[in-house]
């Protein structure tokens, strides 16, 4: 579609050709944009600029205090921290022993599905390694040619290095 063609087309809604010219054609996107009367509108309505005072940073600095902790707050907050979780524990243990002790058991029941599970997960790669060794020689030589030839490419390579000093 030619300029001449679409620029009437685009004036006067939404064109499928028109608009596909639009989106390739900078000449025609510049004169929509002079002839568009929304445009005009929007222009309008911005408002004026107007220049930030020279002293709003200086005086968002002055008034900005930093809340520093020093470090021997910290650590006394740790410490009363854990001594109140470690009485709050005790705290419900001896008030409900059978709760904790059905807790640990659940903790006891989900560490064991936990190492069963690893020992399934792990039994494969030990079967295909430990099982046969030259399997395990072979992935180690190639292990080994890899890492020699990424040296090989490093030590070729322009890229800066850092010396220690």
């Keep these: 579609m030619r300029c001449e063609?679409?620029?009437?087309?685009?004036?006067?809604?939404?064109?499928?050709?028109?608009?596909?010219?639009?989106?390739?054609c900078e000449i025609c996107f510049g004169w929509l944009e002079a002839h568009d009367p929304i445009v005009a509108v929007l222009q309008a309505a911005r408002p004026t600029l107007s220049p930030v005072p020279a002293s709003v940073a200086s005086t968002?600095?002055?008034?900005?205090?930093?809340?520093?902790?020093?470090?021997?707050?910290?650590?006394?907050?740790?410490?009363?921290?854990?001594v109140l979780g470690l009485g709050l524990s005790a705290l419900s243990i001896l008030a409900a022993p059978a709760l904790a002790a059905s807790f640990l058991a659940s903790v006891s029941d989900l560490?064991?599905?936990?190492?069963?599970?690893?020992?399934?997960?792990?039994?494969?790669?030990?079967?295909?390694?430990?099982?046969?060794?030259?399997?395990?020689?072979?992935?180690?030589?190639?292990?080994?040619?890899a890492c020699a030839l990424w040296a090989r490419l490093y030590q070729q390579s322009q890229l800066p290095r850092r010396t220690v000093s």
């Design 5 to 24: 063609d679409a620029r009437p087309l685009l004036l006067k809604g939404q064109h499928a050709e028109a608009e596909a010219h639009l989106e390739s």
């Design 60 to 82: 968002v600095l002055a008034r900005w205090q930093p809340h520093r902790v020093s470090l021997g707050m910290g650590i006394a907050a740790a410490i009363a921290l854990s």
């Design 111 to 145: 560490a064991a599905i936990v190492q069963a599970v690893a020992a399934g997960l792990l039994a494969v790669p030990r079967a295909l390694l430990f099982d046969q060794p030259l399997g395990l020689a072979a992935f180690t030589a190639a292990t080994v040619a």
